[in-house]
Structure formats: C-alpha cells, structure tokens
C-alpha cells in the first residue's frame, strides 16, 4: 500500500491496451495525499476499514457508470 503517483503500468497496462479498456488508479483515503481531515484523529481513523474501502470503491463504480455506456465491464484489484 502507498500513494499513486500515475497510472498502472506493467501487465495491466498491456491488458488495458490490448482490449482497449480504461485504466483508473484509485488511491485510498489515508494513503499518499487523501488523508481526511489531514490527520490521524480518531474520528479520522473510524473510516479505515475494509469495510469503507470496499463502500468508496463502489460509490466510485456508481458515479462513473451514470456517465458511461451500458454495456461496460468493472475489474478491481
């Protein structure tokens, strides 16, 4: 785990390529710049759980698709 500094590379960026799919680079909220609140406050901290990873990815996926196409495919890791 760190921040991102840009976009996949490597073998997804291949796969990204090959199919023709859009590379998106999420970075958690208390990795690298995202840090609520900027501190490490225990009201802070209540959000780090797999729990609200999981939640802020799927809020992400929701709030892409309303601008997308239909017919889309979502692959997270």
């Given at each position: 785990e760190g921040p991102c500094n840009g976009p996949p590379g490597?073998?997804?960026a291949e796969l990204a390529q090959?199919?023709?799919?859009?590379?998106?680079?999420?970075?958690?909220?208390?990795?690298g710049e995202s840090i609520p609140g900027n501190d490490f406050s225990q009201e802070n901290l209540k959000y780090l759980t797999v729990h609200q990873a999981l939640a802020d990815v799927?809020?992400?996926?929701?709030?892409?698709n309303a601008g997308l196409a239909n017919n889309h495919t979502w692959v997270t890791f």
């Open positions: 490597g073998f997804m090959q199919y023709k799919a859009k590379l998106i680079a999420l970075e958690h909220r208390f990795y799927a809020h992400f996926i929701d709030s892409t």
